[in-house]
Protein backbone atom coordinates (compact mmCIF):
# COMPACT_ATOMS: atom_id res chain seq x y z
CA UNK A 1 0.00 0.00 0.00
CA UNK A 2 2.81 2.56 0.90
CA UNK A 3 3.99 1.83 -2.47
CA UNK A 4 1.73 2.34 -4.30
CA UNK A 5 0.98 5.46 -2.85
CA UNK A 6 4.15 6.71 -3.57
CA UNK A 7 3.78 5.63 -7.13
CA UNK A 8 0.60 7.38 -7.32
CA UNK A 9 1.69 10.38 -6.04
CA UNK A 10 4.88 10.43 -8.61
CA UNK A 11 2.21 10.17 -11.42
CA UNK A 12 0.56 12.94 -10.14
CA UNK A 13 3.69 15.02 -9.76
CA UNK A 14 5.38 13.87 -12.78
CA UNK A 15 2.24 16.06 -14.90
CA UNK A 16 4.08 19.30 -13.17
CA UNK A 17 7.34 20.40 -14.83
CA UNK A 18 10.59 20.22 -12.86
CA UNK A 19 10.20 24.16 -13.05
CA UNK A 20 7.47 25.04 -11.58
CA UNK A 21 7.16 21.91 -8.98
CA UNK A 22 10.58 23.51 -7.64
CA UNK A 23 9.43 27.33 -7.76
CA UNK A 24 5.82 26.54 -6.02
CA UNK A 25 7.87 24.44 -3.68
CA UNK A 26 10.36 27.08 -2.73
CA UNK A 27 7.72 29.70 -3.24
CA UNK A 28 5.61 28.02 -0.16
CA UNK A 29 8.89 27.40 2.01
CA UNK A 30 9.17 31.33 1.79
CA UNK A 31 6.02 32.07 2.69
CA UNK A 32 6.74 30.04 5.70
CA UNK A 33 9.72 31.77 6.95
CA UNK A 34 8.13 35.38 6.20
CA UNK A 35 5.01 33.94 8.84
CA UNK A 36 7.57 32.83 11.35
CA UNK A 37 9.71 35.84 11.10
CA UNK A 38 6.43 37.58 12.52
CA UNK A 39 6.78 35.87 15.72
CA UNK A 40 10.75 36.04 15.41
CA UNK A 41 11.34 32.06 14.93
CA UNK A 42 13.84 32.75 12.27
CA UNK A 43 16.73 34.45 11.81
CA UNK A 44 15.65 37.61 9.55
CA UNK A 45 12.89 40.38 10.42
CA UNK A 46 10.37 40.50 7.94
CA UNK A 47 10.93 43.46 6.26
CA UNK A 48 14.67 41.87 5.52
CA UNK A 49 13.40 38.97 4.56
CA UNK A 50 11.42 40.50 1.86
CA UNK A 51 13.78 43.26 0.83
CA UNK A 52 16.27 40.61 0.22
CA UNK A 53 13.65 38.44 -2.05
CA UNK A 54 12.66 41.48 -4.10
CA UNK A 55 16.43 42.09 -4.81
CA UNK A 56 17.45 38.67 -5.24
CA UNK A 57 14.52 38.35 -8.07
CA UNK A 58 15.84 41.68 -9.54
CA UNK A 59 19.10 40.80 -9.68
CA UNK A 60 18.73 37.14 -11.24
CA UNK A 61 15.92 38.02 -13.54
CA UNK A 62 17.54 41.10 -15.06
CA UNK A 63 20.84 39.66 -15.75
CA UNK A 64 18.85 36.28 -16.87
CA UNK A 65 16.90 38.45 -19.70
CA UNK A 66 19.99 40.13 -20.63
CA UNK A 67 22.32 37.80 -21.68
CA UNK A 68 19.22 35.75 -23.05
CA UNK A 69 18.28 38.92 -25.21
CA UNK A 70 22.12 39.16 -26.53
CA UNK A 71 22.60 35.11 -27.10
CA UNK A 72 18.81 35.56 -28.59
CA UNK A 73 17.41 33.01 -26.40
CA UNK A 74 13.62 32.89 -24.97
CA UNK A 75 13.37 34.48 -21.90
CA UNK A 76 12.76 32.03 -18.83
CA UNK A 77 11.89 33.58 -15.14
CA UNK A 78 10.93 30.05 -13.86
CA UNK A 79 15.02 29.70 -13.43
CA UNK A 80 16.05 33.08 -12.32
CA UNK A 81 13.08 32.83 -9.79
CA UNK A 82 14.61 29.48 -8.28
CA UNK A 83 18.53 31.11 -7.72
CA UNK A 84 16.81 33.91 -6.21
CA UNK A 85 14.66 31.42 -4.10
CA UNK A 86 17.33 29.60 -3.12
CA UNK A 87 19.89 32.95 -2.39
CA UNK A 88 17.22 33.50 -0.11
CA UNK A 89 18.01 30.46 2.28
CA UNK A 90 21.58 30.61 2.64
CA UNK A 91 22.51 34.43 2.37
CA UNK A 92 21.71 36.17 5.33
CA UNK A 93 18.68 38.94 4.69
CA UNK A 94 19.35 42.39 5.44
CA UNK A 95 18.37 46.08 4.97
CA UNK A 96 21.74 47.64 5.08
CA UNK A 97 22.91 48.79 2.01
CA UNK A 98 25.95 47.44 1.56
CA UNK A 99 25.09 44.09 2.35
CA UNK A 100 22.09 44.42 0.00
CA UNK A 101 24.59 45.13 -2.81
CA UNK A 102 26.53 42.50 -2.17
CA UNK A 103 23.07 40.14 -2.36
CA UNK A 104 22.37 42.17 -5.49
CA UNK A 105 26.23 40.97 -6.70
CA UNK A 106 25.61 36.87 -5.21
CA UNK A 107 22.14 37.05 -7.62
CA UNK A 108 23.93 38.71 -10.89
CA UNK A 109 27.01 35.99 -10.25
CA UNK A 110 24.64 33.05 -10.05
CA UNK A 111 22.37 34.10 -13.02
CA UNK A 112 25.33 35.01 -15.17
CA UNK A 113 27.22 31.92 -14.18
CA UNK A 114 24.24 29.62 -16.30
CA UNK A 115 25.95 31.05 -19.06
CA UNK A 116 29.77 31.76 -18.61
CA UNK A 117 30.49 28.35 -16.37
CA UNK A 118 28.44 26.60 -19.17
CA UNK A 119 29.14 23.38 -21.62
CA UNK A 120 27.50 23.00 -25.12
CA UNK A 121 24.28 24.94 -23.63
CA UNK A 122 24.41 23.13 -19.94
CA UNK A 123 25.26 24.95 -16.83
CA UNK A 124 28.30 23.12 -14.69
CA UNK A 125 28.03 24.42 -11.77
CA UNK A 126 25.03 24.81 -9.53
CA UNK A 127 24.38 28.77 -9.86
CA UNK A 128 23.13 29.49 -6.59
CA UNK A 129 26.49 27.87 -4.92
CA UNK A 130 28.73 30.02 -7.49
CA UNK A 131 26.75 33.01 -6.18
CA UNK A 132 27.38 32.67 -2.60
CA UNK A 133 30.75 31.76 -3.02
CA UNK A 134 31.72 34.85 -4.83
CA UNK A 135 30.08 36.99 -2.39
CA UNK A 136 31.84 34.87 0.09
CA UNK A 137 35.30 35.42 -1.13
CA UNK A 138 34.39 38.62 -2.03
CA UNK A 139 34.19 39.70 1.31
CA UNK A 140 31.18 41.73 0.29
CA UNK A 141 29.17 39.05 2.83
CA UNK A 142 29.29 35.54 3.15
CA UNK A 143 26.69 32.54 3.49
CA UNK A 144 24.45 32.18 6.71
CA UNK A 145 22.40 29.81 5.68
CA UNK A 146 19.95 30.35 7.86
CA UNK A 147 17.32 27.93 6.60
CA UNK A 148 19.00 25.77 8.82
CA UNK A 149 16.75 26.21 11.35
CA UNK A 150 14.65 23.65 13.43
CA UNK A 151 11.05 25.59 12.56
CA UNK A 152 12.12 24.82 9.08
CA UNK A 153 12.98 21.66 9.38
CA UNK A 154 9.89 20.18 8.65
CA UNK A 155 8.52 22.15 5.91
CA UNK A 156 12.21 21.79 3.78
CA UNK A 157 11.72 18.40 4.60
CA UNK A 158 7.94 17.77 3.34
CA UNK A 159 8.64 20.10 0.32
CA UNK A 160 11.98 18.33 -0.57
CA UNK A 161 9.91 14.83 -0.49
CA UNK A 162 7.77 16.24 -3.29
CA UNK A 163 10.49 17.04 -5.16
CA UNK A 164 13.21 14.41 -4.87
CA UNK A 165 9.73 11.77 -5.56
CA UNK A 166 9.68 13.60 -8.80
CA UNK A 167 13.05 13.56 -9.67
CA UNK A 168 13.50 10.05 -8.05
CA UNK A 169 16.44 11.51 -6.31
CA UNK A 170 15.13 10.44 -2.94
CA UNK A 171 18.05 7.62 -2.07
CA UNK A 172 20.49 9.66 -3.35
CA UNK A 173 20.02 12.62 -1.25
CA UNK A 174 19.45 10.23 1.86
CA UNK A 175 22.83 9.41 0.98
CA UNK A 176 24.65 12.55 1.11
CA UNK A 177 22.15 13.54 4.02
CA UNK A 178 23.16 10.41 6.27
CA UNK A 179 27.04 10.73 5.09
CA UNK A 180 27.32 14.47 5.99
CA UNK A 181 25.41 13.73 9.34
CA UNK A 182 27.87 10.86 10.72
CA UNK A 183 30.71 13.15 9.11
CA UNK A 184 29.54 16.37 11.48
CA UNK A 185 28.66 14.35 14.07
CA UNK A 186 32.66 12.75 13.68
CA UNK A 187 33.97 15.76 13.49
CA UNK A 188 32.37 17.91 16.50
CA UNK A 189 33.44 14.82 18.70
CA UNK A 190 36.67 14.81 17.88
CA UNK A 191 37.42 18.59 17.65
CA UNK A 192 35.63 18.91 21.20
CA UNK A 193 38.04 15.94 22.34
CA UNK A 194 41.09 17.88 21.12
CA UNK A 195 40.16 20.82 22.86
CA UNK A 196 39.66 19.47 26.02
CA UNK A 197 35.76 18.92 26.75
CA UNK A 198 32.91 17.03 25.91
CA UNK A 199 29.30 17.34 24.14
CA UNK A 200 26.57 14.93 24.37
CA UNK A 201 26.42 12.91 21.22
CA UNK A 202 22.80 13.09 21.37
CA UNK A 203 22.92 16.75 21.18
CA UNK A 204 25.35 16.91 18.79
CA UNK A 205 23.06 14.30 16.23
CA UNK A 206 19.76 16.57 16.93
CA UNK A 207 21.50 19.51 15.89
CA UNK A 208 22.59 17.85 12.98
CA UNK A 209 19.32 16.32 11.90
CA UNK A 210 17.05 19.22 13.14
CA UNK A 211 19.20 22.29 13.18
CA UNK A 212 21.48 21.84 10.02
CA UNK A 213 21.22 23.18 6.23
CA UNK A 214 21.83 19.38 4.87
CA UNK A 215 18.35 18.79 4.47
CA UNK A 216 18.00 22.13 1.87
CA UNK A 217 21.57 21.54 0.73
CA UNK A 218 20.46 17.88 -0.42
CA UNK A 219 16.83 18.81 -1.61
CA UNK A 220 17.19 22.00 -3.63
CA UNK A 221 20.56 21.76 -4.50
CA UNK A 222 22.39 18.57 -4.84
CA UNK A 223 19.73 17.08 -6.86
CA UNK A 224 19.58 19.51 -9.60
CA UNK A 225 19.67 17.32 -12.55
CA UNK A 226 21.57 19.39 -14.59
CA UNK A 227 24.72 19.07 -12.53
CA UNK A 228 24.04 15.07 -11.50
CA UNK A 229 26.17 12.74 -13.31
CA UNK A 230 24.58 10.19 -16.10
CA UNK A 231 24.31 6.76 -13.65
CA UNK A 232 22.99 6.26 -10.34
CA UNK A 233 26.18 4.53 -9.46
CA UNK A 234 27.88 8.18 -10.18
CA UNK A 235 25.61 9.91 -8.30
CA UNK A 236 25.63 8.41 -5.25
CA UNK A 237 29.30 8.47 -5.14
CA UNK A 238 29.22 12.22 -5.66
CA UNK A 239 26.79 12.41 -3.00
CA UNK A 240 28.99 10.94 -0.93
CA UNK A 241 31.93 13.14 -1.63
CA UNK A 242 29.64 16.16 -1.07
CA UNK A 243 28.57 14.84 2.67
CA UNK A 244 31.84 14.18 3.45
CA UNK A 245 32.77 18.12 2.81
CA UNK A 246 29.42 19.01 3.93
CA UNK A 247 30.11 17.71 7.36
CA UNK A 248 33.66 18.13 7.77
CA UNK A 249 34.23 21.95 5.93
CA UNK A 250 38.04 22.37 5.18
CA UNK A 251 39.64 25.59 6.41
CA UNK A 252 40.83 27.97 3.42
CA UNK A 253 42.32 30.99 4.98
CA UNK A 254 39.90 33.34 6.71
CA UNK A 255 36.82 31.25 5.45
CA UNK A 256 35.90 27.83 5.22
CA UNK A 257 35.17 25.41 2.46
CA UNK A 258 31.24 24.96 3.61
CA UNK A 259 28.18 23.82 2.54
CA UNK A 260 28.17 25.60 -1.18
CA UNK A 261 31.52 24.83 -2.07
CA UNK A 262 31.07 21.54 -1.26
CA UNK A 263 28.85 21.44 -3.60
CA UNK A 264 30.56 23.08 -6.07
CA UNK A 265 32.99 20.11 -6.07
CA UNK A 266 30.91 17.46 -6.43
CA UNK A 267 29.40 19.37 -9.64
CA UNK A 268 32.69 19.35 -10.90
CA UNK A 269 32.76 15.65 -10.66
CA UNK A 270 30.01 14.92 -11.87
CA UNK A 271 30.95 17.27 -14.95
CA UNK A 272 33.51 14.69 -15.46
CA UNK A 273 31.37 12.31 -16.46
CA UNK A 274 29.01 13.94 -18.00
CA UNK A 275 31.38 15.21 -20.62
CA UNK A 276 32.73 12.42 -21.10
CA UNK A 277 29.27 11.13 -22.75
CA UNK A 278 28.86 14.10 -25.38
CA UNK A 279 29.44 13.55 -29.06
CA UNK A 280 28.61 14.93 -32.52
CA UNK A 281 25.76 13.29 -34.83
CA UNK A 282 25.57 13.56 -38.02
CA UNK A 283 21.89 12.73 -39.40
CA UNK A 284 21.61 10.23 -41.80
CA UNK A 285 17.97 9.59 -42.33
CA UNK A 286 14.35 10.92 -40.78
CA UNK A 287 11.19 9.19 -41.45
CA UNK A 288 7.45 8.93 -40.28
CA UNK A 289 7.66 5.10 -39.11
CA UNK A 290 3.37 5.78 -38.14
CA UNK A 291 1.19 8.64 -38.63
CA UNK A 292 2.56 10.12 -35.49
CA UNK A 293 6.33 8.99 -34.75
CA UNK A 294 9.01 9.89 -36.60
CA UNK A 295 12.38 8.14 -36.05
CA UNK A 296 15.97 9.77 -37.00
CA UNK A 297 19.04 7.78 -37.57
CA UNK A 298 22.72 9.76 -36.36
CA UNK A 299 25.86 8.16 -37.31
CA UNK A 300 27.80 9.46 -34.37
CA UNK A 301 31.78 10.70 -35.16
CA UNK A 302 32.87 7.91 -32.02
CA UNK A 303 31.02 5.30 -30.80
CA UNK A 304 28.09 6.67 -27.97
CA UNK A 305 29.19 5.09 -24.67
CA UNK A 306 25.26 3.97 -23.66
CA UNK A 307 23.46 1.11 -21.87
CA UNK A 308 20.11 -0.30 -23.21
CA UNK A 309 17.79 1.91 -21.89
CA UNK A 310 19.15 5.36 -21.32
CA UNK A 311 18.33 8.37 -22.81
CA UNK A 312 20.38 11.35 -24.43
CA UNK A 313 20.12 15.01 -24.79
CA UNK A 314 19.73 16.32 -28.10
CA UNK A 315 21.15 20.18 -28.67
CA UNK A 316 19.09 21.50 -31.80
CA UNK A 317 20.44 25.43 -32.11
CA UNK A 318 17.59 27.59 -33.69
CA UNK A 319 16.62 31.23 -34.11
CA UNK A 320 13.75 32.34 -32.08
CA UNK A 321 13.82 29.05 -29.92
CA UNK A 322 10.41 28.67 -27.61
CA UNK A 323 10.61 28.80 -23.66
CA UNK A 324 11.66 24.99 -23.38
CA UNK A 325 15.10 25.61 -25.07
CA UNK A 326 16.94 23.99 -27.50
CA UNK A 327 17.42 20.99 -25.81
CA UNK A 328 15.28 17.35 -25.59
CA UNK A 329 15.94 14.09 -24.11
CA UNK A 330 15.31 11.87 -26.48
CA UNK A 331 15.39 7.85 -25.17
CA UNK A 332 17.23 5.70 -27.24
CA UNK A 333 16.42 3.02 -29.86
CA UNK A 334 19.09 2.09 -31.26
CA UNK A 335 21.02 -0.65 -29.14
CA UNK A 336 24.83 0.03 -27.99
CA UNK A 337 25.73 -3.00 -30.75
CA UNK A 338 24.29 -0.56 -33.18
CA UNK A 339 27.08 1.75 -33.35
CA UNK A 340 28.26 3.80 -34.80
CA UNK A 341 24.41 4.36 -35.73
CA UNK A 342 22.01 5.85 -33.23
CA UNK A 343 18.73 6.27 -33.65
CA UNK A 344 15.28 8.07 -31.53
CA UNK A 345 12.07 8.93 -32.20
CA UNK A 346 9.40 11.56 -31.16
CA UNK A 347 5.45 12.02 -31.10
CA UNK A 348 4.71 15.02 -33.80
CA UNK A 349 0.94 15.62 -34.63
CA UNK A 350 -0.63 13.88 -36.75
CA UNK A 351 -0.74 15.81 -40.34
CA UNK A 352 1.78 17.56 -38.76
CA UNK A 353 5.22 16.10 -40.03
CA UNK A 354 6.51 19.35 -41.50
CA UNK A 355 6.37 20.74 -37.91
CA UNK A 356 3.59 23.45 -38.46
CA UNK A 357 1.67 23.57 -34.86
CA UNK A 358 4.63 21.84 -33.46
CA UNK A 359 7.42 23.56 -31.05
CA UNK A 360 10.01 25.31 -32.24
CA UNK A 361 12.62 22.77 -30.94
CA UNK A 362 10.22 19.76 -33.02
CA UNK A 363 10.10 22.56 -36.24
CA UNK A 364 13.69 22.65 -36.30
CA UNK A 365 14.40 18.96 -36.67
CA UNK A 366 11.57 18.72 -39.55
CA UNK A 367 13.18 21.19 -41.77
CA UNK A 368 16.79 18.85 -40.75
CA UNK A 369 18.34 17.85 -44.13
CA UNK A 370 20.87 14.55 -43.87
CA UNK A 371 24.64 15.62 -42.92
CA UNK A 372 23.25 18.72 -40.53
CA UNK A 373 25.36 18.15 -37.11
CA UNK A 374 23.93 18.12 -33.74
CA UNK A 375 25.31 17.74 -30.40
CA UNK A 376 24.52 15.48 -27.54
CA UNK A 377 25.43 17.03 -24.55
CA UNK A 378 24.97 13.41 -22.73
CA UNK A 379 23.72 10.36 -22.10
CA UNK A 380 21.82 9.69 -18.60
CA UNK A 381 19.19 7.07 -16.98
CA UNK A 382 18.83 3.70 -15.16
CA UNK A 383 15.81 2.32 -16.83
CA UNK A 384 17.97 -0.67 -17.29
CA UNK A 385 16.80 -4.29 -17.09
CA UNK A 386 17.84 -6.68 -14.36
CA UNK A 387 21.48 -8.29 -14.98
CA UNK A 388 19.90 -11.80 -14.65
CA UNK A 389 17.96 -12.73 -17.87
CA UNK A 390 15.77 -14.96 -15.93
CA UNK A 391 14.23 -12.60 -13.45
CA UNK A 392 10.85 -12.21 -14.96
CA UNK A 393 9.47 -8.61 -15.97
CA UNK A 394 6.73 -6.59 -16.82
CA UNK A 395 7.45 -3.99 -19.64
CA UNK A 396 4.56 -1.46 -19.68
CA UNK A 397 4.63 1.06 -22.63
CA UNK A 398 2.47 3.76 -23.52
CA UNK A 399 2.92 5.68 -27.17
CA UNK A 400 6.41 6.78 -27.35
CA UNK A 401 7.05 5.27 -24.40
CA UNK A 402 8.05 2.27 -26.29
CA UNK A 403 11.19 3.61 -27.63
CA UNK A 404 13.72 2.23 -24.17
CA UNK A 405 12.41 -1.05 -24.63
CA UNK A 406 13.26 -1.46 -28.55
CA UNK A 407 16.76 -0.34 -27.71
CA UNK A 408 16.60 -3.55 -25.06
CA UNK A 409 14.85 -5.93 -26.86
CA UNK A 410 17.42 -5.24 -29.88
CA UNK A 411 20.75 -5.90 -27.37
CA UNK A 412 19.21 -8.89 -26.30
CA UNK A 413 19.08 -10.33 -29.50
CA UNK A 414 22.26 -9.18 -30.76
CA UNK A 415 23.90 -11.03 -27.68
CA UNK A 416 21.78 -14.06 -27.86
CA UNK A 417 19.98 -13.20 -24.41
CA UNK A 418 16.52 -15.00 -24.07
CA UNK A 419 14.71 -12.82 -20.95
CA UNK A 420 11.34 -14.35 -19.58
CA UNK A 421 9.04 -10.79 -20.48
CA UNK A 422 6.15 -9.36 -21.30
CA UNK A 423 5.03 -6.81 -23.03
CA UNK A 424 1.84 -4.15 -22.94
CA UNK A 425 1.58 -2.18 -25.66
CA UNK A 426 -0.69 0.91 -25.27
CA UNK A 427 -1.57 3.16 -28.48
CA UNK A 428 -4.23 5.01 -29.36
CA UNK A 429 -4.82 2.98 -32.71
CA UNK A 430 -3.37 -0.10 -33.83
CA UNK A 431 -1.79 2.07 -36.81
CA UNK A 432 0.59 3.37 -34.19
CA UNK A 433 2.23 0.68 -32.81
CA UNK A 434 5.43 1.36 -34.03
CA UNK A 435 8.45 -0.74 -34.44
CA UNK A 436 5.86 -4.11 -34.72
CA UNK A 437 9.03 -5.68 -36.89
CA UNK A 438 11.12 -5.48 -34.26
CA UNK A 439 9.46 -6.60 -31.15
CA UNK A 440 8.12 -9.46 -33.39
CA UNK A 441 11.89 -10.54 -33.96
CA UNK A 442 12.35 -10.31 -30.10
CA UNK A 443 9.73 -13.18 -30.16
CA UNK A 444 8.26 -11.51 -26.35
CA UNK A 445 4.72 -11.83 -25.36
CA UNK A 446 2.82 -8.41 -26.39
CA UNK A 447 -0.23 -7.76 -24.71
CA UNK A 448 -2.02 -5.02 -26.88
CA UNK A 449 -4.24 -1.80 -25.65
CA UNK A 450 -5.88 -0.19 -29.06
CA UNK A 451 -9.31 1.12 -29.53
CA UNK A 452 -9.74 -0.88 -33.22
CA UNK A 453 -8.20 -4.42 -33.11
CA UNK A 454 -5.02 -4.87 -35.06
CA UNK A 455 -4.77 -6.62 -38.13
CA UNK A 456 -2.40 -9.91 -38.37
CA UNK A 457 -1.03 -9.58 -35.25
CA UNK A 458 1.77 -12.15 -34.85
CA UNK A 459 1.66 -15.64 -33.08
CA UNK A 460 2.67 -14.30 -29.43
CA UNK A 461 0.65 -10.92 -29.85
CA UNK A 462 -2.78 -10.71 -27.66
CA UNK A 463 -5.30 -7.97 -28.01
CA UNK A 464 -6.89 -6.67 -25.40
CA UNK A 465 -9.79 -6.93 -26.40
CA UNK A 466 -12.53 -5.50 -23.20
CA UNK A 467 -9.79 -4.51 -20.91
CA UNK A 468 -8.91 -1.40 -19.51
CA UNK A 469 -5.77 -0.88 -18.64
CA UNK A 470 -6.05 0.07 -14.82
CA UNK A 471 -5.45 -1.21 -11.67
CA UNK A 472 -7.95 -3.83 -12.00
CA UNK A 473 -7.20 -4.68 -15.40
CA UNK A 474 -3.58 -4.94 -15.55
CA UNK A 475 -3.99 -8.14 -12.85
CA UNK A 476 -6.58 -9.46 -15.48
CA UNK A 477 -4.01 -9.93 -18.38
CA UNK A 478 -0.70 -10.54 -16.26
CA UNK A 479 -2.11 -12.93 -13.90
CA UNK A 480 1.89 -13.69 -12.44
CA UNK A 481 2.52 -10.01 -12.03
CA UNK A 482 3.97 -10.49 -8.21
CA UNK A 483 6.35 -12.63 -10.03
CA UNK A 484 7.29 -10.39 -11.88
CA UNK A 485 9.61 -6.89 -11.72
CA UNK A 486 7.70 -3.80 -13.26
CA UNK A 487 9.18 -0.79 -15.93
CA UNK A 488 6.70 1.39 -17.02
CA UNK A 489 7.83 4.13 -19.60
CA UNK A 490 4.91 6.72 -20.49
CA UNK A 491 2.96 9.54 -19.00
CA UNK A 492 2.36 10.25 -14.97
CA UNK A 493 -1.12 9.47 -15.21
CA UNK A 494 -1.07 6.05 -16.80
CA UNK A 495 1.62 5.16 -14.18
CA UNK A 496 -1.02 6.89 -11.24
CA UNK A 497 -3.37 4.92 -12.23
CA UNK A 498 -2.07 1.16 -12.42
CA UNK A 499 0.25 2.35 -9.28
CA UNK A 500 -1.93 -0.03 -6.53
CA UNK A 501 -1.15 -2.79 -9.23
CA UNK A 502 2.04 -1.94 -9.67
CA UNK A 503 2.42 -2.19 -5.55
CA UNK A 504 2.18 -5.75 -6.57
CA UNK A 505 5.17 -6.32 -8.63
CA UNK A 506 8.92 -7.65 -6.66
CA UNK A 507 9.94 -4.16 -7.94
CA UNK A 508 9.12 -0.75 -10.02
CA UNK A 509 11.33 0.98 -12.25
CA UNK A 510 9.80 4.10 -14.52
CA UNK A 511 11.22 6.10 -16.90
CA UNK A 512 10.98 9.45 -15.50
CA UNK A 513 12.56 12.69 -17.23
CA UNK A 514 13.78 14.91 -14.59
CA UNK A 515 12.47 17.77 -17.18
CA UNK A 516 14.39 21.34 -15.77
Known sequence: MVVGGWTRIRGYLGRLSMYRLVLMA????????????????????????????AVLAAATVGVNALAQRIL???????????????????????????????????????????????WRGRHILNPAAVGATVLTISGLGA??????????????????????????????????????????????????????????????????????PFLFLGAFMLSEPLTLPPRRWQQMTVAAVVGVLAGWPIPLGYFTLGQERALLIGNLLAFVWVAHHAVRLRLADARMITPSVRQLTFEARRPVRFVAGQYLELDVPHTRADARGTRREFSIVSAPSDAPTVRVAYRVKPGKGSGSGESTFKRALAVASPGAEYSATGVWGDFLMPSNPNAPVLLVAAGIGITPFISQVREDRARGVERNAVLIYVASEASELAFRDELEASGIEVIVFTRDQPRDLPRNW?????????????????????????????????????APALAEARSLTTDAFAGY
Open 462 to 498: VWARGVRLDAEGLPRVVPDLSSRHAYVSGPPQLIAEL
Open 143 to 212: SAWWVGSPVLAAPVLVLGLFVLVRTERLRIVATFFVIAVGVYVLRVAVQSQAAGFELDPGQTLSFALGSS
Open 26 to 53: LGVLTVVALVLSFFELVVPAPLELLVTV
Open 72 to 118: KLPIRHESSLITAAILVFILRPSLDPLQLLGIALAGAVAAASKYLIA
